[in-house]
C-alpha cells in the first residue's frame, strides 16, 4: 500500500485537499528519506496536495535534514518558491510546498522540478499503516465512527515511531491502546499499551497535569479513549473516567478511599454508619462524578481497584500522607468522618484502631484495679493483644512505626502484668536471672511508654499502664535490694558455691579464658553502662546481622553456681554481679583485672594485659579513646589490625552509652540498637571477617530518668549512693538500702545505695548509676559466634562449654506466638498422658465435668490433599481448647521462661500431672495420627518418637521458629547431626513436599507452619 496517490486525471477535482498537520508531513517526509536513502536523488522538492495553511514552523529538522515548509496559496507561489529554491537551496535539505492547485493548472513547467514529477497526496490511513508497517488495517478502523483515528494516530506518533507489525494487521483494539498510551503519557513513564490495566490508570491520575491533558483532546478522540478504556478496564474503568470527565481525576485514588467506606466489602470492615447517613454521604460522592450516579457495583470494584493500588504501589512515606490528608479533606466535604473509622487505610481507621488499644488497656486496667480473677485478667490482657493486632494490619502501621511499637509494648506490658507471678525469686543469683530474663524487657516496654503519643488520650492511658507496671517493678526492686543487702553482707564468692551468683570480676575466668583457650581468637567488648535491657536490644541486632548467640556456661553442672540459679542445664543468657557502688573506677577496674580492684584506664590496661591466666600469650585492650582513626578510615589502624591478626584476645572499652546519659540525651524511644553504640558495628565486622567469638558485656548497668524525683543527700559520692560520714548510718530513707561486705570497695566497705529507679541525689541527668537497683547491678555477660552457612558447621564450631542459644524472648513478649496458635482454639479441656502400653491417648472433659473420659486414637482415614479454600465444621485435630481459669493460674508460673525455654520440652507425662496447654493438645493429637506413625516407621533410620515429639514441642514453645542444632540439642541428639535429624524430620512432616518444616538459612534454621501441620495430617472425628 503506497502512502502517495498518484493523480488519476487532474489530481484532486471535485475533492477537497485535507489540512495536513506536522506530525502527518514530518512523519511523511521521514519516511521518504528512508525511501530514497543511497537513490542519488536531485530533484528535493516535494509537492503536498494540502490546504494552503501551515500552523508549523517554517522549517523542520527530520532524520538530521532540514526541510523548508511553504504554504501556496496560488500556482504562481508554487512558481516564485520553486525559482526561489533553485537560486537558493539549502545544503542537503528539502522544499515542501503546500498548494491546492492541481496538476494541469501547476504546469509541466514546474512538475518536471519536483518529486515525481508530480502532486503527492498523504493518505492518511496508508499513511498509518505505514508507520505501523502493516500490510493491512482492520476495517473496523476506517468506519465512520472512528474517523478521528487517523489523524490522532499521525499526530501522536513518537519520535522513535509506531512499534512495527511488519506483515500483520493492525487490529482496532491495537491502535487505541498505542494512541491511548501515547495520549496519556504513559510512554514516558517507561510503559506501553501493553500495561494498560486499571492500576496503571489509577497511577497515571497522580501525575501532576495528567488528567487535565487528557481533557484537552479532541471531543471526538477523548470519546473513542474513554470508551476503550472502559471496555478494557471494566467497572473499576468506568468509575474513573467519569471522575476525569468531571474534572476529578486528579482526586481519584482519595475518592476511592472515601468510597471503600461507603461501599463496604466481604472482608468483615464494619460500618458504624446508620443507613440513613450513609445514603446521604453517598448522595454528595455523586457531585464529584458529575452528578453521575453509578451502581454499587461499579463503586466497589472502583474501591477495590483503588485499595489495591494504595497497598501495593502507594504505601511509601512519599506518596502516602498527601494521599490521606487529600482523603481526610473528603471525609470532611461529605460528611463521612464516621465512615472513615472503618477504613484499614485513612487516618480515621488508624486513629481508631489506636482508640481501641486504650479503650482495651482501660479496660485491662480496671480489671487489674478490681482484683479480678487471674484467668479474667489474662484475657484481659489478650483483648489488648488483639486490638494491637487490628492496629498492627492497618497500613498507616508501616509509616507511624513509633505509635504501633508503643502499642505492641503496651500489650506486652499488660501480658507480663496479667501473666507473673506475684512473689519475686528468693535467691540474689535467681533474681540476677529474673532481671535479665524478665524484668528487662518489661524496662524495655517501659522506656517505650514513658515516651508517650502524640494523642493525648492515649498518652493519658499509656501513663496509668506506665505507673501500674512501674509499682510492680519498684517491688521487685525493693526486694533485690533486700537479697543484695542479705549477701553482699554474708555471701561468698567463687560462683562455683552452690546458688552463688557469678561475680564481675570471674568473668575473665570463667568465661573469656576458656573461649581464647578452646579457640584461638576472641573479643571481648565491654559497654560502659549497658543496662540488661540495652544489652537484650544489641543481641537481637546481632542476630539480624547473622551472629549466632551462645551461652557462655553452657556446659556448667547443673546446680552448681554458673552465674544464676539452677537452671537444670538449660542454655541461657548469663548475669553477672556488678562489685558496689556500681560506678566504673570498681566495677570496670574489676572486671578487667578479674579481681577486686579500684583503679582507671592505666590501671586496667596493665592488670587486664599482664595477668598470667593468659599463659603469656599476647592479648590488648583498647579503650574509647583509642577506636578513632585518620580521616577515611573507620578504625584506629592499631585496632583494626590486632582484630584481624591472630592476636588470641582483644578487648574493647565503649563508653558511648554511659556518655550519653551522662549528658542528659536519652533516647525519646527508649530504644537503642547497634548504629546508636559508637564503632560498635564496625568493630563486629571486623571480627566478623576475622572469625571471632564475641562476649559483650558491661561493669555496670544504668536506670533511667523518667521523671525522677531528687532526694538530697550531702555526703552523696554519686547520683545513686552515699558514704555516711561517720561509715555507719542508721538513716536509711524510703528507696535507700544500707550494703555493706567485702565487696563494697570503698573505705569501711559500707555504702546506702538508692534501689528505687525514681529517685537520684544530685543534678539531673539521663540515667544514673551507682545504686542498688537490679537494672545497675545486673551485668549480662552475652556470647557470640560469627554465623556459619550450615546447621553442621555451626554446631562442629562452637566451643567447647558453649551452647547455641534458643529464642530468648519471654512468653509474654512475643505476641506472635499467642497468633500462631490462636486459630487452633476448640471448646473442649484435654489432657494428655499414656496409657500402659506406651501408645499416646488424650483425656476428655468439658468445664466442670468431674469424671475424665478416655479418647482413644481414632483408626486414620483417607489422607486428603490441602486445599486452602476448605472449609472445615466441627472440632478439628489441631483444634486447641481454651485455657480454664485453674489452668490459667497454673500456666502463670511459667510465664517468664523464654519462649525458646526447654521447660515444657519432653514426653508426656502421666495425665494427671500433664498441663493442659495449645501445645500439649496439638502433640498428643499429632501423635495420635496414622499417617505420622506411617511417615515416621517409613525412615531408612529410625528415630525414635520421643526425638520428634521433643523437637515439634521445642518449635512450638520458640514460635514456630528456631535453630536447627537447638532443635536437634532439645531432641537430644548430638550436635553434629543436626542437620540429618533436621532432614529426617522433614521427610516426617513434608508429605507430598508441602513444606510443613521449613528449612531457612541453608538449613540453619527450621520453620514449622502449624496450620500446614493440621491440613497434611487431617482432622480427627
Given at each position: 500500500?503506497?502512502?502517495l496517490?498518484?493523480?488519476?486525471?487532474?489530481?484532486g477535482?471535485?475533492?477537497?485537499?485535507?489540512?495536513?498537520t506536522?506530525?502527518m508531513?514530518?512523519?511523511?517526509?521521514?519516511?521518504?528519506l528512508?525511501?530514497?536513502a543511497?537513490?542519488?536523488?536531485r530533484?528535493?522538492?516535494?509537492l503536498?496536495?494540502?490546504?494552503?495553511?501551515?500552523?508549523?514552523?517554517?522549517?523542520?529538522?527530520?532524520?538530521?535534514?532540514?526541510?523548508?515548509v511553504?504554504?501556496c496559496?496560488?500556482?504562481?507561489?508554487?512558481?516564485e518558491e520553486?525559482?526561489?529554491?533553485g537560486?537558493?537551496?539549502?545544503?542537503?535539505?528539502?522544499?515542501?510546498?503546500?498548494?491546492?492547485?492541481?496538476?494541469e493548472t501547476?504546469?509541466?513547467?514546474?512538475?518536471a522540478q519536483?518529486?515525481?514529477?508530480r502532486?503527492?497526496?498523504i493518505?492518511?490511513?496508508?499513511a498509518?499503516?505505514?508507520?505501523?508497517g502493516t500490510a493491512?488495517?482492520?476495517?473496523?478502523?476506517?468506519?465512520?465512527?472512528?474517523?478521528?483515528?487517523?489523524k490522532a494516530?499521525l499526530?501522536a506518533?513518537?519520535?522513535?515511531?509506531?512499534?512495527r507489525?511488519p506483515g500483520g494487521?493492525l487490529?482496532l483494539e491495537?491502535?487505541?491502546a498505542?494512541?491511548?498510551?501515547?495520549?496519556?503519557?504513559?510512554?514516558?513513564l517507561?510503559?506501553?499499551?501493553a500495561?494498560?490495566?486499571?492500576?496503571t490508570?489509577?497511577r497515571?491520575?497522580t501525575?501532576?497535569g495528567?488528567t487535565?491533558?487528557?481533557?484537552?483532546?479532541g471531543?471526538?478522540?477523548?470519546a473513542?479513549?474513554?470508551?476503550?478504556?472502559r471496555?478494557?478496564?471494566?467497572?473499576?474503568?468506568?468509575?474513573l473516567?467519569t471522575?476525569v470527565?468531571?474534572?476529578n481525576g486528579?482526586?481519584?485514588?482519595?475518592?476511592?478511599?472515601?468510597?471503600?467506606c461507603?461501599w463496604?466489602g466481604d472482608?468483615?470492615?464494619p460500618v458504624?454508619?446508620?443507613?440513613?447517613?450513609?445514603?446521604?454521604?453517598?448522595?454528595?460522592?455523586?457531585?464529584?462524578?458529575?452528578?453521575?450516579?453509578?451502581?454499587d457495583g461499579?463503586?466497589?470494584?472502583?474501591?477495590?481497584?483503588v485499595?489495591?493500588v494504595?497497598?501495593?504501589?502507594?504505601?511509601?512515606?512519599?506518596?502516602?500522607?498527601?494521599?490521606?490528608?487529600?482523603?481526610?479533606r473528603?471525609?470532611?466535604e461529605?460528611?463521612?468522618r464516621?465512615?472513615?473509622?472503618?477504613s484499614d487505610?485513612?487516618?480515621?481507621?488508624f486513629?481508631?484502631?489506636l482508640?481501641?488499644?486504650?479503650?482495651a488497656l482501660?479496660?485491662f486496667?480496671?480489671a487489674?484495679?478490681?482484683?479480678v480473677h487471674h484467668?479474667l485478667?489474662?484475657?484481659?490482657?489478650?483483648e489488648v493483644?488483639?486490638?494491637?493486632?487490628?492496629?498492627?494490619?492497618?497500613l498507616?502501621?508501616?509509616l507511624e512505626t513509633?505509635?504501633?511499637?508503643r502499642?505492641?509494648?503496651a500489650?506486652?506490658?499488660?501480658?507480663?502484668?496479667a501473666?507473673r507471678?506475684v512473689?519475686g525469686?528468693?535467691?540474689?543469683?535467681?533474681?540476677?536471672?529474673?532481671h535479665?530474663d524478665?524484668?528487662?524487657?518489661?524496662?524495655?516496654?517501659?522506656?517505650q511508654?514513658?515516651?508517650?503519643?502524640p494523642?493525648?488520650?492515649?498518652?493519658?492511658v499509656?501513663?496509668d499502664?506506665?505507673?501500674?507496671?512501674?509499682?510492680r517493678?519498684?517491688a521487685?526492686?525493693?526486694?533485690?535490694?533486700r537479697?543484695?543487702?542479705?549477701?553482699?553482707?554474708?555471701?561468698?564468692?567463687?560462683?562455683e558455691t552452690a546458688?552463688?551468683p557469678?561475680?564481675?570480676e570471674?568473668?575473665?575466668?570463667?568465661v573469656?579464658?576458656?573461649v581464647?583457650?578452646?579457640r584461638?581468637?576472641?573479643l571481648?567488648?565491654?559497654?560502659?553502662g549497658?543496662?540488661?535491657?540495652?544489652?537484650i536490644?544489641?543481641?537481637?541486632?546481632l542476630?539480624?546481622?547473622?551472629?549466632?548467640?551462645c551461652?557462655?556456661l553452657?556446659?556448667?553442672?547443673?546446680?552448681?553456681g554458673?552465674?544464676?540459679s539452677?537452671t537444670g542445664?538449660?542454655?541461657?543468657r548469663?548475669?553477672?554481679?556488678?562489685?558496689?557502688?556500681?560506678?566504673?573506677?570498681r566495677?570496670?577496674?574489676?572486671?578487667l583485672a578479674?579481681r577486686?580492684?579500684?583503679?582507671?584506664?592505666?590501671k586496667?590496661k596493665s592488670?587486664?594485659?599482664?595477668?598470667?591466666r593468659w599463659r603469656r600469650?599476647?592479648?590488648?585492650?583498647f579503650?574509647?579513646?583509642?577506636?578513632d582513626g585518620?580521616?577515611?578510615?573507620?578504625l584506629?589502624?592499631?585496632?583494626?589490625?590486632e582484630?584481624?591478626?591472630?592476636?588470641?584476645?582483644v578487648?574493647v572499652v565503649?563508653?558511648?552509652i554511659?556518655?550519653l546519659?551522662?549528658?542528659?540525651r536519652?533516647r525519646?524511644?527508649g530504644?537503642?540498637?547497634?548504629a546508636?553504640?559508637?564503632?560498635?558495628?564496625?568493630?563486629l565486622r571486623?571480627?566478623?571477617?576475622a572469625?571471632?567469638?564475641?562476649?559483650?558485656?558491661?561493669?555496670h548497668?544504668?536506670?533511667?530518668?523518667?521523671?525522677?524525683s531528687?532526694l538530697?543527700?550531702?555526703?552523696a559520692v554519686?547520683?545513686?549512693?552515699?558514704?555516711?560520714a561517720?561509715g555507719?548510718s542508721?538513716?536509711?530513707r524510703?528507696g535507700?538500702?544500707?550494703?555493706?561486705?567485702?565487696?563494697?570497695l570503698v573505705?569501711?566497705q559500707?555504702?546506702?545505695?538508692?534501689w528505687?529507679?525514681a529517685l537520684?541525689?544530685r543534678?539531673?541527668?539521663g540515667?544514673?548509676?551507682?545504686g542498688a537497683?537490679?537494672?545497675?547491678?545486673?551485668v549480662?555477660v552475652?556470647a557470640f559466634l560469627?554465623f556459619?552457612?550450615?546447621a553442621a558447621?555451626t554446631?562442629?564450631?562452637?566451643?567447647?562449654g558453649w551452647?547455641l542459644?534458643?529464642?530468648?524472648?519471654p512468653?509474654?513478649?512475643?505476641?506472635e506466638?499467642r497468633?500462631l496458635l490462636?486459630?487452633?482454639?476448640?471448646?473442649?479441656?484435654?489432657?494428655?498422658?499414656?496409657r500402659?502400653g506406651?501408645?499416646?491417648m488424650?483425656?476428655?472433659?468439658?468445664?466442670?465435668d468431674?469424671?475424665p473420659t478416655?479418647?482413644?486414637?481414632?483408626p486414620?482415614q483417607p489422607?486428603r490433599?490441602?486445599?486452602?479454600?476448605e472449609t472445615?465444621?466441627?472440632?478439628?485435630?489441631?483444634?486447641?481448647?481454651?485455657?480454664t481459669a485453674?489452668?490459667s493460674?497454673?500456666s502463670?508460673?511459667?510465664a517468664?521462661?523464654?519462649?525458646?525455654?526447654?521447660?515444657s520440652?519432653?514426653s508426656?507425662v502421666?495425665?494427671?500431672?500433664?498441663?493442659?496447654?495449645?501445645?500439649?493438645v496439638?502433640?498428643?493429637?499429632?501423635l495420635?495420627s496414622?499417617?505420622?506413625?506411617?511417615q515416621l516407621?517409613?525412615?531408612a533410620?529410625?528415630?525414635?518418637?520421643?526425638?520428634?515429639?521433643?523437637?515439634?514441642?521445642?518449635?512450638?514453645?520458640?514460635?514456630?521458629?528456631?535453630?536447627t542444632s537447638v532443635?536437634a540439642?532439645r531432641?537430644?541428639?548430638?550436635?553434629?547431626r543436626a542437620?540429618?535429624?533436621?532432614?529426617n524430620?522433614?521427610?516426617?512432616?513434608?508429605?507430598?513436599?508441602y513444606p510443613?518444616l521449613?528449612?531457612?538459612?541453608?538449613?540453619?534454621?527450621?520453620r514449622?507452619n502449624?496450620?500446614l501441620?493440621?491440613?497434611?495430617?487431617?482432622?480427627?472425628t
Amino acid at each position: 500500500m503506497s502512502v502517495l496517490s498518484p493523480a488519476a486525471g487532474p489530481v484532486g477535482s471535485g475533492t477537497p485537499a485535507p489540512l495536513v498537520t506536522t506530525a502527518m508531513l514530518d512523519g511523511r517526509v521521514a519516511r521518504l528519506l528512508r525511501g530514497l536513502a543511497g537513490t542519488g536523488e536531485r530533484a528535493r522538492i516535494l509537492l503536498v496536495r494540502a490546504q494552503p495553511e501551515w500552523p508549523g514552523p517554517g522549517e523542520l529538522l527530520v532524520s538530521g535534514r532540514t526541510v523548508r515548509v511553504v504554504a501556496c496559496v496560488s500556482p504562481l507561489g508554487v512558481l516564485e518558491e520553486v525559482a526561489r529554491w533553485g537560486r537558493e537551496p539549502v545544503p542537503d535539505g528539502w522544499l515542501v510546498l503546500l498548494t491546492d492547485a492541481d496538476e494541469e493548472t501547476l504546469g509541466d513547467t514546474v512538475l518536471a522540478q519536483v518529486h515525481r514529477q508530480r502532486v503527492d497526496v498523504i493518505e492518511p490511513w496508508a499513511a498509518v499503516a505505514e508507520d505501523f508497517g502493516t500490510a493491512q488495517l482492520d476495517p473496523r478502523l476506517r468506519s465512520h465512527a472512528n474517523r478521528w483515528m487517523a489523524k490522532a494516530l499521525l499526530e501522536a506518533r513518537p519520535a522513535t515511531g509506531w512499534p512495527r507489525r511488519p506483515g500483520g494487521v493492525l487490529s482496532l483494539e491495537d491502535a487505541l491502546a498505542e494512541l491511548t498510551a501515547v495520549r496519556l503519557g504513559l510512554t514516558e513513564l517507561g510503559l506501553g499499551a501493553a500495561d494498560l490495566d486499571i492500576a496503571t490508570l489509577l497511577r497515571w491520575t497522580t501525575v501532576p497535569g495528567a488528567t487535565e491533558a487528557f481533557r484537552r483532546l479532541g471531543e471526538d478522540e477523548r470519546a473513542g479513549i474513554t470508551a476503550f478504556l472502559r471496555k478494557r478496564t471494566g467497572q473499576a474503568g468506568r468509575a474513573l473516567t467519569t471522575l476525569v470527565a468531571a474534572g476529578n481525576g486528579e482526586r481519584a485514588l482519595a475518592l476511592g478511599l472515601v468510597c471503600d467506606c461507603l461501599w463496604p466489602g466481604d472482608d468483615g470492615r464494619p460500618v458504624d454508619l446508620a443507613a440513613a447517613a450513609v445514603e446521604r454521604a453517598k448522595g454528595r460522592v455523586e457531585r464529584y462524578f458529575g452528578d453521575t450516579q453509578l451502581d454499587d457495583g461499579t463503586m466497589r470494584r472502583f474501591a477495590d481497584a483503588v485499595r489495591e493500588v494504595v497497598r501495593t504501589g502507594m504505601n511509601t512515606a512519599d506518596d502516602l500522607p498527601g494521599l490521606l490528608d487529600t482523603a481526610d479533606r473528603l471525609l470532611d466535604e461529605l460528611d463521612a468522618r464516621a465512615a472513615g473509622v472503618t477504613s484499614d487505610i485513612l487516618r480515621a481507621g488508624f486513629e481508631e484502631r489506636l482508640s481501641a488499644v486504650a479503650a482495651a488497656l482501660r479496660g485491662f486496667l480496671s480489671a487489674a484495679d478490681a482484683g479480678v480473677h487471674h484467668a479474667l485478667l489474662r484475657t484481659s490482657a489478650r483483648e489488648v493483644a488483639t486490638a494491637v493486632d487490628a492496629l498492627r494490619a492497618h497500613l498507616l502501621a508501616r509509616l507511624e512505626t513509633g505509635q504501633v511499637e508503643r502499642a505492641e509494648m503496651a500489650a506486652r506490658l499488660a501480658g507480663w502484668l496479667a501473666g507473673r507471678p506475684v512473689d519475686g525469686p528468693g535467691t540474689l543469683a535467681a533474681a540476677l536471672d529474673s532481671h535479665l530474663d524478665d524484668e528487662a524487657w518489661a524496662d524495655i516496654a517501659l522506656g517505650q511508654l514513658a515516651a508517650g503519643d502524640p494523642s493525648p488520650a492515649v498518652g493519658a492511658v499509656y501513663g496509668d499502664l506506665y505507673r501500674a507496671a512501674n509499682r510492680r517493678r519498684q517491688a521487685l526492686d525493693a526486694r533485690f535490694a533486700r537479697l543484695l543487702a542479705d549477701w553482699t553482707t554474708t555471701g561468698r564468692l567463687p560462683s562455683e558455691t552452690a546458688g552463688a551468683p557469678l561475680g564481675i570480676e570471674e568473668v575473665l575466668d570463667r568465661v573469656v579464658a576458656p573461649v581464647v583457650t578452646a579457640r584461638g581468637r576472641a573479643l571481648l567488648i565491654v559497654l560502659d553502662g549497658m543496662s540488661a535491657a540495652v544489652a537484650i536490644q544489641l543481641a537481637e541486632g546481632l542476630r539480624r546481622e547473622r551472629w549466632e548467640e551462645c551461652d557462655p556456661l553452657g556446659a556448667s553442672t547443673p546446680g552448681a553456681g554458673t552465674g544464676g540459679s539452677d537452671t537444670g542445664g538449660i542454655a541461657r543468657r548469663r548475669a553477672a554481679l556488678a562489685v558496689l557502688p556500681t560506678v566504673t573506677d570498681r566495677s570496670r577496674a574489676s572486671l578487667l583485672a578479674g579481681r577486686l580492684l579500684t583503679g582507671d584506664k592505666a590501671k586496667e590496661k596493665s592488670e587486664f594485659e599482664a595477668h598470667p591466666r593468659w599463659r603469656r600469650r599476647a592479648v590488648r585492650l583498647f579503650h574509647h579513646s583509642d577506636l578513632d582513626g585518620t580521616p577515611g578510615t573507620a578504625l584506629g589502624r592499631e585496632l583494626s589490625d590486632e582484630l584481624t591478626s591472630n592476636t588470641p584476645l582483644v578487648a574493647v572499652v565503649i563508653n558511648t552509652i554511659d556518655d550519653l546519659l551522662d549528658s542528659g540525651r536519652q533516647r525519646d524511644d527508649g530504644g537503642w540498637s547497634l548504629a546508636d553504640v559508637g564503632k560498635l558495628r564496625t568493630i563486629l565486622r571486623y571480627a566478623q571477617t576475622a572469625g571471632r567469638a564475641v562476649i559483650l558485656t558491661s561493669d555496670h548497668g544504668h536506670v533511667l530518668d523518667h521523671g525522677a524525683s531528687t532526694l538530697a543527700a550531702p555526703d552523696a559520692v554519686s547520683a545513686r549512693h552515699r558514704i555516711p560520714a561517720d561509715g555507719v548510718s542508721a538513716d536509711v530513707r524510703d528507696g535507700e538500702v544500707a550494703l555493706a561486705g567485702p565487696r563494697v570497695l570503698v573505705p569501711g566497705q559500707r555504702i546506702v545505695a538508692l534501689w528505687d529507679a525514681a529517685l537520684h541525689y544530685r543534678g539531673r541527668k539521663g540515667g544514673y548509676h551507682g545504686g542498688a537497683a537490679a537494672a545497675e547491678v545486673t551485668v549480662p555477660v552475652l556470647a557470640f559466634l560469627p554465623f556459619r552457612l550450615s546447621a553442621a558447621s555451626t554446631s562442629s564450631d562452637v566451643p567447647a562449654g558453649w551452647r547455641l542459644l534458643p529464642d530468648q524472648r519471654p512468653r509474654w513478649w512475643s505476641l506472635e506466638q499467642r497468633d500462631l496458635l490462636a486459630g487452633l482454639g476448640g471448646g473442649d479441656t484435654v489432657l494428655v498422658g499414656r496409657r500402659d502400653g506406651g501408645d499416646t491417648m488424650l483425656v476428655a472433659r468439658r468445664g466442670g465435668d468431674a469424671a475424665p473420659t478416655p479418647v482413644l486414637p481414632t483408626p486414620s482415614q483417607p489422607r486428603r490433599r490441602p486445599r486452602a479454600a476448605e472449609t472445615q465444621t466441627g472440632p478439628a485435630l489441631f483444634d486447641l481448647p481454651e485455657e480454664t481459669a485453674a489452668e490459667s493460674a497454673e500456666s502463670a508460673e511459667s510465664a517468664t521462661a523464654p519462649a525458646g525455654s526447654a521447660a515444657s520440652a519432653g514426653s508426656p507425662v502421666p495425665a494427671e500431672a500433664a498441663p493442659t496447654t495449645g501445645v500439649d493438645v496439638l502433640v498428643a493429637a499429632l501423635l495420635a495420627s496414622e499417617l505420622f506413625h506411617s511417615q515416621l516407621g517409613g525412615l531408612a533410620r529410625r528415630v525414635p518418637v520421643e526425638k520428634v515429639e521433643a523437637a515439634v514441642r521445642a518449635l512450638l514453645d520458640a514460635g514456630g521458629t528456631l535453630a536447627t542444632s537447638v532443635v536437634a540439642e532439645r531432641a537430644g541428639e548430638l550436635p553434629h547431626r543436626a542437620a540429618g535429624f533436621a532432614v529426617n524430620l522433614q521427610r516426617v512432616f513434608n508429605v507430598d513436599n508441602y513444606p510443613v518444616l521449613e528449612p531457612l538459612d541453608d538449613g540453619h534454621t527450621l520453620r514449622l507452619n502449624v496450620e500446614l501441620l493440621g491440613q497434611q495430617f487431617g482432622p480427627l472425628t
